[in-house]
């Protein structure tokens, strides 16, 4: 299989399995906002939580792979053996880089709490969050050795074991919740806590880190199904091929330092707010659905593949690609965001309020589910045009690109928030992304037509953007025709109804006006098969 039926199918690939770890953690945050709400264990376990978290998008998924992927995927032509050499380099130099960097983060915790959450100073919070923190950070040496295995499938068109991961740490979270209440006096014997919201938020600490080892295990055991063989055979070396994967991953690692200290101005900002760290991140929930399953699957396969298309010449190759993967993220990233900004309070309300999470909470995350459901598509068309400068082994051009994201996000979020409140945290990350997009995009004028979108997907999207708005117009009448149902019993089956609605409104409408092709989606779906 070659071209774009090949490149669908990944995509499909990636995005079932990543919409099957998203609806987990949709599990796992409805479980938190019910134990934990937006209180003081919730918060500090979430901000514990993004320390890993952060590092690991900059290790991982960021710098590292993003220098890693295009230089194995061109290794692979010189033969397995050289490339999984290569690789084996790579994951000795990780271990040790990130074991030495691992154990002063644990010594620098209070530091690094105070980082990223400083109105947390003086607060029960604070301690809190050191506790969960040290617990949770060795998570990043597990992750970034997983997000490796994985560029490795990824670069031989394995996709499946590297996309069904992160269930896996989702279920260990669900699972460490269940254990924690069904067996109150065993958690708080066993995890050193009285109070039933300690008791689960130190469980969720401890599962952080056991999620990271399932996570690494599973694609490991792939890696090696499919004779990859990993495992270093001599202590850390600087060889040529690692000299070049550090002055590649050098400026993504600086711009993927920049994205996060985007994410860390927000954070800052709403942590002067009581619970909105915790609004911001179920909200960054839902949003994260349709950017997860769209835009990791477009990331994961669209590298490596321009990559291999551009080693070969191929630019009519590269073209089809990258319109491909622009056509099929705005083809569901569009009504997504027309949805968040059409009926975010029911959305809100039915999947997190309940126990601890209550009315304030939903409207509170409501608002920043709206003001992210418009930068939306920002987020995923970064997804579609970074490949084409990684791919070339460009990363100083998004570099400076995330530097001016920089400076946007922190005058909205910090100029702001003595206006709006926390809901500046949410506008900054929208406009920044924005920004970063359109730098992209127009920073690709000199790559000819690899980087150009062809006519199909150029007269599909104005169809795609009609269809949505229809979609959201139907929406808002069913949602207030469902009035009664909501805050019942029902309101379940009224959600389940709404989301109906929403998806017949707008694949039907756009089968009439041309936006959807049930052909090409039916050969798309035959080829998964």
């Given at each position: ?47 514990a ?5 952060m ?24 033969g ?27 010594l620098?915790?209070p ?19 050191v ?9 990043i040496?597990?992750?970034s ?9 990824n ?6 074991a ?83 994967l ?6 993504a ?24 760290v ?15 399953v ?8 669209l ?10 010449g ?8 990258l ?43 409501a ?7 418009l ?21 100083r ?5 995330a ?12 100029g ?5 409140g ?21 920073g ?69 006006i ?16």
């Amino acid at each position: 299989m070659s071209g774009a039926p090949r490149l669908i199918k990944g995509f499909l690939t990636v995005g079932v399995w990543t919409l099957v770890s998203r609806v987990l953690g949709f599990a796992r945050d409805i479980a938190i906002a019910a134990y934990l709400g937006a209180g003081p264990v919730a918060e500090a376990f979430l901000v514990a939580f993004s320390l890993p978290n952060m590092f690991r998008r900059f290790f991982a998924e960021g710098a590292f792979n993003m220098a890693f992927v295009p230089l194995y995927a061109k290794k692979l032509g010189e033969g397995r053996e050289a490339a999984d050499a290569f690789a084996r380099d790579a994951v000795a130099m990780m271990v040790a880089g990130l074991t030495l960097f691992t154990v002063i983060g644990v010594l620098a915790m209070p530091a690094l709490v105070l980082a990223m959450a400083s109105g947390f100073a003086e607060d029960a919070r604070f301690d809190l969050a050191v506790a969960y923190g040290r617990i949770a950070f060795p998570y990043i040496l597990l992750i970034s050795l997983a997000a490796l295995v994985s560029g490795v499938l990824n670069s031989a068109e394995r996709y499946l074991a590297a996309a069904a991961a992160p269930a896996l740490l989702n279920i260990v979270f669900i699972s460490a919740m269940a254990l924690a209440a069904a067996m109150p006096g065993t958690a708080q014997a066993l995890l050193g806590a009285t109070e039933t919201p300690r008791v689960v938020g130190r469980a969720l600490a401890l599962a952080v880190p056991l999620g990271g080892i399932a996570q690494l295990g599973l694609v490991w055991w792939a890696a090696a199904r499919a004779g990859h063989r990993l495992l270093p055979r001599h202590r850390p070396r600087l060889t040529p091929e690692l000299k070049r994967l550090l002055v590649i991953a050098a400026p993504a690692a600086l711009a993927g330092g920049v994205v996060q200290v985007n994410l860390l101005v927000g954070r800052q900002v709403a942590s002067y707010f009581d619970g909105a760290v915790a609004w911001l991140n179920y909200a960054d929930r839902l949003y994260q659905l349709p950017l997860g399953v769209v835009g990791i699957a477009i990331g994961v396969v669209l590298l490596p593949d321009l990559s291999r298309r551009l080693k070969a010449g191929d630019d009519a190759g590269g073209r089809d690609a990258l319109s491909r993967a622009a056509e099929f993220a705005l083809l569901l990233t569009v009504p997504c965001a027309v949805a968040f900004l059409a009926v975010p309070g029911p959305l809100v309300s039915v999947l997190f309020q309940r126990g601890a999470f209550d009315a304030g909470d939903a409207q509170a995350t409501a608002l920043a589910l709206t003001i992210y459901g418009l930068g939306l598509p920002a987020f995923v068309l970064q997804k579609v045009w970074q490949p084409l400068y990684f791919a070339r082994e460009d990363t100083r051009t998004p570099l400076r690109f995330a530097l001016v994201s920089l400076v946007v996000n922190a005058a909205v979020a910090i100029g702001l928030a003595p206006v709006i409140g926390f809901a500046a945290a949410a506008l900054g990350t929208t406009l920044a992304a924005w920004a970063m997009a359109a730098l992209l995009v127009r920073g690709t004028g000199g790559m000819g037509d690899t980087a150009r979108l062809d006519a199909r997907v150029m007269g599909r999207i104005p169809r795609i953007v009609a269809a949505s708005l229809a979609m959201g117009a139907v929406l808002w009448a069913v949602e207030r025709a469902l009035a009664p149902l909501w805050g019942g019993p029902a309101e379940g089956l009224a959600l389940a109804l709404l989301v109906g609605a929403g998806i017949a409104a707008y694949f039907g409408i756009g089968a009439l006006i041309g936006a959807v092709v049930w052909r090409e989606i039916r050969g798309a779906l035959r080829r998964q098969r």
